[in-house]
């Protein structure tokens, strides 16, 4: 699976910002398809995830200001963030989840997307 993260930027408190993330080789067994962010110094942390099935998942950390959406035809991942906060400062990466969870494959990461805010 490849999985190439666009999008980011520098915004303004209060701005909004459409990550996407181009994703090839995707098997159609994968588990979900997810955005995680690693704010400097902190643990990587789920933002949102989606389902094979279709569901979706927020983390706590941005509920209600981010949208997880997926283009089947297009093979692309995107989140809407809205609202943005200096605290949202982060590298942003696009996951997807594939096979076994005890497999050391199980999570495929692609190249992070630089998201700074500014107060």
């Known amino acids: 699976v490849q999985l190439q993260a666009s999008g980011g930027g520098l915004v303004q408190a209060g701005g909004s910002l459409r990550l996407s993330c181009a994703i090839s080789?995707?098997?159609?067994?994968?588990?979900?398809l997810n955005w995680f962010r690693e704010v400097s110094g902190q643990q990587r942390r789920l933002i949102a995830a989606v389902e094979r099935g279709g569901a979706v998942h927020y983390g706590d950390s941005m509920k209600g200001r981010v949208t997880i959406s997926r283009d089947k035809v297009k093979g692309a991942l995107y989140l809407q963030m809205s609202n943005l906060k200096p605290e949202d400062t982060a590298v942003y990466y696009c996951?997807?989840?594939?096979?076994?969870?005890?497999?050391?494959?199980?999570?495929?990461w692609g190249r992070g997307t630089q998201v700074t805010v500014s107060s």
């Open positions: 080789g995707l098997p159609s067994t994968f588990d979900s």
């Open positions: 996951n997807a989840q594939v096979g076994s969870a005890y497999s050391p494959d199980y999570n495929q």
